[in-house]
């Protein structure tokens, strides 16, 4: 529901650099930072495995949403769900 806290979480094997958490409202045409970014612009996350980043659903009404967890560094590595929602 619009303005409701959800929480994000995933694991990470080897070395865990900062990533994007980002928000698409039309099936990944178009991708949106979640919330304050920091680190270079990278969304500052819990520093613990499993890593966690509390996120406020926005007023953004679609049967087309997406999230996904992307490293600009690793882009071939981008996790994202895997049906719209």
């Known amino acids: 529901m619009v303005n409701d806290s959800v929480t994000i979480a995933w ?4 070395t865990f650099t900062p990533v994007r958490l980002q928000f698409s409202s039309d099936n990944g045409a ?3 930072d979640m919330g304050h970014v920091t680190l270079d612009g990278y969304t500052s996350v819990a520093n613990t495995d499993p890593y966690t980043y ?3 659903v ?3 009404v679609t049967a087309q949403a997406l999230v996904r ?4 560094n690793y ?5 994202s769900t895997s049906t719209a929602f």
């Open 75 to 79: 882009a071939a590595q981008v996790v």
């Open 30 to 32: 178009t991708w949106y």
């Open 54 to 56: 509390s996120w406020t």
């Open 69 to 72: 967890i992307y490293d600009p």
């Open 11 to 14: 694991a990470s094997t080897g």
């Open 58 to 60: 926005p007023n953004a």
